[in-house]
């Protein structure tokens, strides 16, 4: 039996062979080390992460005023405490393994206690009589280190001033205990960020053996949490889960544009041995485990090592959506900074080289920091061709020399490669059946050549950023010829794999990626806010509201520099004149409203077209709005407190907050109607740190005091122009 409780000799010789690397730690006093006492989406707090050990030596406790996690490291390594400091809410109700690995087909456990005897919740007395199990992998040492960057990244690219991330990361140590399982240790790593209630773990299984060891399935995270309800009978999928815990991983797509549509790992569960629950059924969702549902299906040589999926854990002190949203873009920007650079850029739909250096001179003229050759456009990345690359580099050379940076479009997916490099179906054994039908596989001799020709593009022309319409590495590919991965089990992992490497690869180099999955906590720096692509041939009126519409929805999880909008400036899906702005000067209120709302969002969106401005008049038009949003750059890719979503019938508007700029919020009000509109708005000034009063001036004219009420908000009268906009700075 695979759980047998290790007693006698065997528990003596491990609890021997546990040690720690030289560590001197800190004893967790009494009374404990006060929390965080201001609110940390304001002020971060001055606690910062610690690793405690507890007075007998049992525990190690990870603290940074904001959460509180302890593990018990005798007999074997089990967290038993898992607190939000915020609100005193405990997570935990039962004690759970630290991993399981499935080896070979079968299923071993990373440290872990038995004998909890009621699951609904847990009485620290019980855990000194909890046994360790003879062949989960046993604890052996643990080694603490500070933080380090996940990615090396560089940016030449404006972005804010954030504060870089750092913390503490405990590694626990475990060897196999299964004799058929010699020679491979196990690392279970947890970061422990300063400034944010946030976890990152992680695994890393080493083969330091003579034999290989077929890697089915690594679950990287097992939770015994509380249930988020208590119901008599009900489906799990339909029952409320624990929100006292928001999970992130790096595995994630779908092309939904949204983290929730895009997790591959996340599976909440029942948990059977809960037997006092509540639901007759025993079939409360009150175990969650992280893990990819394909893979990762390698086969581990030696001294080959495997990395898992990184799991972010934000605990959550409230079920406000604002509150979590900004907490969840508060770990985006600690955990993943390359989203936070937002150049300005346009999308240049190009015929000829003149095009290029024509759209590169408009840029430097109005303060644009980049051209992107869009689709459709004669720049070919695939061609590796000398005269290729020279051509480019030049382009890319007279770009530079006018401070403008370049780059462009490539497609991967939605077409069909050929027979030998695109994914094949499980079922038939052909092409076809991806997500968009026909897809080449990654891991084809196609797919690692597109890999290595995008590398050579990039060294050879100096371009600055890539925007690359896939891959989608969920399509799983059955070919046992393809050189990246020998079948259908690893194929989906390898795919991944392949494609974070070319993703590091550029991000550590400074090079921008626009790409449309949610690849952002591996390189990714922007991916679209959200639309629906026909909308764009629809008239202009239609656009504006739509366009607002898409920012404020697509912003509530989304640091505005994480998405891309769009303005079609010529033809695009159809539609007619009452669609496109081309000719620019006939159009140029709607020009300038359509990059208002934008750049009032602080969101980028994909200008498309051959120019941005036809005369003299709409050069000066694009300046004033590129000054403008230069001028605020910092307070509107601060983020956003949504106020009101546009519905074409009254006023609309979202206002952006820092605490630590002088102009703590900036408010962008639009008017849809065809009359002037006078409104009563109540504005939410909690998040921009004022405490008391505040001033508000509207379009830079003079300031007006203002005083708070109790909830920190303040009630203003403002009148809106029909069919129009203004806007507040408040400080």
Same mark, same amino acid.
Not at 194 to 211: W, Y
């Given at each position: 039996?695979?759980?047998?409780?290790?007693?006698?000799?065997?528990?003596?010789?491990l609890?021997?062979t546990?040690?720690?690397?030289?560590?001197?730690?800190?004893?967790?006093?009494?009374?404990?080390?006060?929390?965080?006492?201001?609110?940390?989406?304001?002020?971060?707090?001055?606690?910062?992460?610690?690793?405690?050990?507890?007075?007998?030596?049992?525990?190690?406790?990870?603290?940074?005023?904001?959460?509180?996690?302890?593990?018990?490291?005798?007999?074997?390594?089990?967290?038993?405490?898992?607190?939000?400091?915020?609100?005193?809410?405990?997570?935990?109700?039962?004690?759970?393994?630290?991993?399981?690995?499935?080896?070979?087909?079968?299923?071993?456990?990373?440290?872990?206690?038995?004998?909890?005897?009621?699951?609904?919740?847990?009485?620290?007395?019980?855990?000194?009589?909890?046994?360790?199990?003879?062949?989960?992998? /046993?604890?052996?040492?643990?080694?603490?280190?500070?933080?380090?960057?996940?990615?090396?990244?560089?940016?030449?690219?404006?972005?804010?001033?954030?504060?870089?991330?750092?913390?503490?990361?405990? @590694?626990?140590?475990?060897?196999?205990?299964a004799?058929?399982?010699?020679?491979l240790?196990?690392?279970?790593?947890?970061?422990?960020y300063?400034?944010?209630?946030?976890?990152?773990?992680?695994?890393?299984? %080493?083969?330091?053996? %003579?034999?290989?060891?077929?890697?089915?399935?690594?679950?990287?995270?097992?939770l015994?949490?509380?249930?988020?309800e208590?119901?008599?009978?009900?489906?799990?999928?339909?029952?409320?889960?624990?929100?006292?815990?928001?999970?992130?991983?790096?595995?994630?797509?779908?092309?939904?544009?949204?983290?929730?549509?895009?997790?591959?790992?996340?599976?909440?569960?029942?948990?059977?041995?809960?037997?006092?629950?509540?639901?007759?059924?025993?079939?409360?969702?009150?175990?969650?485990?992280?893990?990819?549902?394909?893979?990762?299906?390698?086969?581990?040589? /030696?001294?080959?090592?495997?990395?898992?999926?990184?799991?972010?854990?934000?605990?959550?002190?409230?079920?406000?959506?604002?509150?979590?949203?900004?907490?969840?873009?508060?770990?985006?920007?600690?955990?993943?900074?390359?989203?936070v650079?937002?150049?300005?850029?346009?999308?240049?739909?190009?015929?000829?080289?003149?095009?290029?250096?024509?759209?590169?001179?408009?840029?430097?003229?109005?303060?644009?920091?980049?051209?992107?050759?869009?689709?459709?456009?004669?720049?070919?990345?695939?061609?590796?061709?000398?005269?290729?690359?020279?051509?480019?580099?030049?382009?890319?050379?007279?770009?530079? @020399?006018?401070?403008?940076?370049?780059?462009?479009?490539?497609?991967?997916?939605?077409?069909?490669?050929?027979?030998?490099?695109?994914?094949?179906?499980?079922?038939?054994?052909?092409?076809?059946?991806?997500?968009?039908?026909?897809?080449?596989?990654?891991?084809?001799?196609?797919?690692?050549?597109?890999?290595?020709?995008?590398?050579?593009?990039?060294?050879?022309?100096?371009?600055?950023?890539?925007?690359? %319409?896939?891959?989608?590495?969920?399509d799983?590919?059955?070919?046992?010829?393809?050189?990246?991965?020998?079948?259908?089990?690893?194929s989906?992992?390898?795919?991944?794999?392949?494609?974070?490497?070319?993703?590091?690869?550029?991000?550590?180099?400074?090079?921008?990626?626009?790409?449309?999955?949610?690849?952002?906590?591996?390189?990714?720096?922007?991916?679209?806010?959200?639309?629906?692509?026909?909308?764009?041939?629809?008239?202009?009126?239609?656009?504006?509201?739509?366009?607002?519409?898409?920012?404020?929805d697509?912003?509530?999880?989304?640091?505005?520099?994480?998405?891309?909008?769009?303005?079609?400036?010529?033809?695009?899906?159809?539609?007619?004149?009452?669609?496109?702005?081309?000719?620019?000067?006939?159009?140029?209120?709607?020009?300038?409203?359509?990059?208002?709302?934008?750049?009032? @969002?602080?969101?980028?969106?994909?200008?498309?077209?051959?120019?941005?401005?036809?005369?003299?008049?709409?050069?000066?038009?694009?300046?004033?709005?590129?000054?403008?949003?230069?001028?605020?750059?910092?307070?509107?890719?601060?983020?956003?407190?949504?106020?009101?979503?546009?519905?074409?019938?009254?006023?609309?508007?979202?206002?952006?907050?820092?605490? %630590?700029?002088?102009?703590?919020?900036?408010?962008?009000l639009y008017?849809?109607?065809?009359?002037?509109?006078?409104?009563?708005?109540?504005?939410?000034?909690?998040?921009?740190?004022?405490t008391?009063?505040?001033r508000?001036?509207?379009?830079?004219?003079?300031?007006?005091?203002?005083?708070?009420?109790?909830?920190? @908000?303040?009630?203003?009268?403002?009148?809106?122009?029909?069919?129009?906009?203004?806007?507040?700075?408040?400080?």
């Open positions: 039996m695979r759980n047998r409780i290790i007693t006698g000799v065997l528990l003596t010789i609890l021997m546990a040690h720690v690397h030289g560590q001197s730690l800190p004893v967790w006093g009494n009374p404990e080390p006060r929390g965080n006492k201001t609110d940390w989406l304001i002020s971060p707090p001055g606690i910062k992460a610690q690793v405690f050990k507890s007075k007998d030596g049992k525990d190690l406790i990870l603290y940074n005023g904001l959460l509180k996690r302890t593990f018990r490291i005798t007999p074997n390594v089990a967290c038993v405490d898992y607190q939000n400091l915020s609100n005193g809410r405990q997570l935990l109700r039962a004690v759970k393994a630290e991993a399981r690995l499935t080896i070979n087909g079968h299923d071993y456990n990373v440290g872990g206690l038995y004998g909890q005897k009621e699951n609904a919740y847990l009485l620290t007395a019980e855990i000194d009589h909890m046994k360790a199990g003879v062949n989960d992998f /046993q604890f052996v040492d643990y080694t603490i280190n500070p933080i380090t960057p996940y990615l090396n990244w560089k940016t030449k690219f404006w972005k804010p001033q954030i504060r870089q991330a750092s913390g503490k990361v405990i @590694s626990f140590r475990y060897r196999a205990a004799p058929e399982l010699s020679g240790e196990i690392k279970v790593n947890y970061e422990l300063d400034g944010i209630p946030l976890i990152v773990k992680s695994l890393t299984i %080493d083969n330091k053996g %003579d034999k290989v060891f077929k890697i089915n399935r690594v679950v990287n995270e097992i015994g949490v509380v249930e988020g208590s119901a008599v009978v009900g489906n799990p999928d339909n029952m409320e889960k624990n929100q006292g815990i928001y999970l992130e991983t790096n595995y994630a797509f779908n092309n939904s544009m949204r983290y929730a549509q895009s997790d591959q790992t996340t599976h909440w569960k029942i948990d059977t041995t809960y037997t006092s629950q509540v639901n007759y059924d025993l079939k409360t969702p009150c175990l969650v485990e992280i893990y990819p549902e394909q893979g990762p299906g390698v086969e581990l040589k /030696q001294s080959q090592v495997l990395k898992s999926v990184r799991t972010h854990e934000l605990l959550m002190d409230n079920e406000d959506r604002e509150r979590r949203g900004l907490a969840i873009r508060k770990m985006y920007s600690t955990v993943a900074p390359w989203t650079a937002n150049p300005i850029f346009m999308h240049l739909v190009s015929k000829n080289d003149d095009q290029v250096r024509e759209a590169i001179d408009q840029c430097k003229e109005t303060g644009y920091e980049a051209v992107i050759l869009s689709f459709g456009s004669h720049l070919n990345m695939g061609d590796t061709s000398a005269v290729n690359l020279k051509k480019w580099k030049e382009l890319a050379d007279y770009a530079h @020399s006018k401070g403008v940076s370049i780059g462009g479009y490539d497609l991967f997916s939605s077409r069909q490669i050929s027979d030998a490099d695109d994914v094949i179906d499980a079922k038939t054994g052909k092409p076809g059946g991806a997500l968009f039908g026909h897809a080449a596989c990654f891991g084809s001799a196609w797919g690692l050549a597109f890999r290595d020709k995008i590398k050579t593009f990039f060294v050879h022309t100096g371009f600055d950023i890539w925007e690359n %319409d896939g891959p989608y590495p969920g799983l590919c059955a070919s046992t010829t393809h050189p990246g991965h020998k079948g259908l089990d690893d989906q992992w390898a795919q991944i794999e392949i494609q974070k490497e070319l993703y590091h690869w550029l991000n550590e180099r400074g090079i921008y990626i626009n790409s449309p999955d949610w690849y952002l906590l591996d390189g990714s720096n922007k991916i679209a806010m959200g639309y629906r692509e026909v909308n764009f041939s629809l008239p202009r009126e239609n656009q504006k509201i739509l366009n607002r519409q898409n920012i404020f697509g912003t509530w999880e989304k640091m505005p520099s994480m998405g891309w909008g769009f303005v079609p400036l010529t033809r695009y899906q159809g539609g007619g004149a009452e669609a496109v702005l081309e000719p620019l000067s006939e159009h140029l209120k709607d020009y300038k409203a359509l990059m208002m709302e934008y750049y009032g @969002s602080g969101v980028q969106a994909c200008y498309r077209g051959p120019r941005l401005y036809d005369t003299g008049k709409t050069k000066q038009t694009v300046i004033e709005v590129i000054s403008w949003y230069k001028k605020y750059r910092d307070i509107l890719n601060a983020d956003i407190i949504h106020l009101r979503r546009p519905d074409g019938r009254d006023w609309d508007g979202i206002l952006h907050v820092n605490p %630590d700029l002088k102009t703590k919020g900036l408010v962008l008017n849809p109607t065809e009359k002037a509109i006078t409104r009563h708005i109540k504005l939410p000034l909690y998040y921009t740190g004022l008391n009063t505040a508000i001036s509207e379009k830079e004219g003079s300031f007006k005091l203002y005083k708070l009420n109790r909830d920190y @908000s303040t009630d203003l009268t403002i009148t809106i122009p029909a069919n129009d906009y203004t806007w507040l700075t408040i400080e």
